[in-house]
């Protein structure tokens, strides 16, 4: 199974992406499950909260990877990375657990989501003028960790043809 990990700064198409990705290349997805979480907490978020998104995540993963197992795709919106940054910014640190989450699940590419797309108003999004900065944030975490990643860039089908030629060599193998 090739897993794909969709990352990058808020509003940058990362959900879209996993959807059309799935919908072109089959397999499964683990949605974000973030947005889930945050829209039911009756109270302001802490980093205990990204622990609780992280554990939400991982159960979603191995509940498809169960009822899927002889899927050739899995796609991951809004994953690992994205909890690390979000917590980095927000708290000032990375909680440790953080990190684990990442070394349990084998990534085996990272499409990184320019922030290209138009900025779109949600309660849930906190930095419309900061979107180029975390951009580099991704990039500098990626580089550092060494893990296999492409930058998906463009609007509608020329963004979804510009990951799937990113994913290429996996494509190749899969068939």
Known sequence: MNTIAITGPECAGKSQLTADLQATLGGWTVSEYARTYLQ??????????????????EKSYYSNRSQFP??????????????????????DLVHPQ??????????????????DLPWEADPLREHPES?????????SALDRDGVSYSV???MGSSRNQSALNALQSLISKAH
Not at 98 to 115: G, K, M, S, W
């Open 40 to 57: 039911n907490l009756p109270r302001t978020y802490r980093v205990t909260d990204l622990l609780a998104i992280a554990a939400g995540q």
């Open 98 to 115: 953080l990190l684990d989450f990442r070394n349990r699940i084998a990534v085996d590419h990272y499409l990184l989501c320019a922030p």
């Open 152 to 154: 998906v860039e463009g």
């Open 70 to 91: 002889n899927a050739s795709w899995a796609f991951l919106d809004t994953w690992d990375y994205v909890l690390e940054i979000w917590s980095e910014v927000r708290f």
């Open 131 to 139: 979107r180029k900065d975390l951009f580099s944030r991704y990039q």
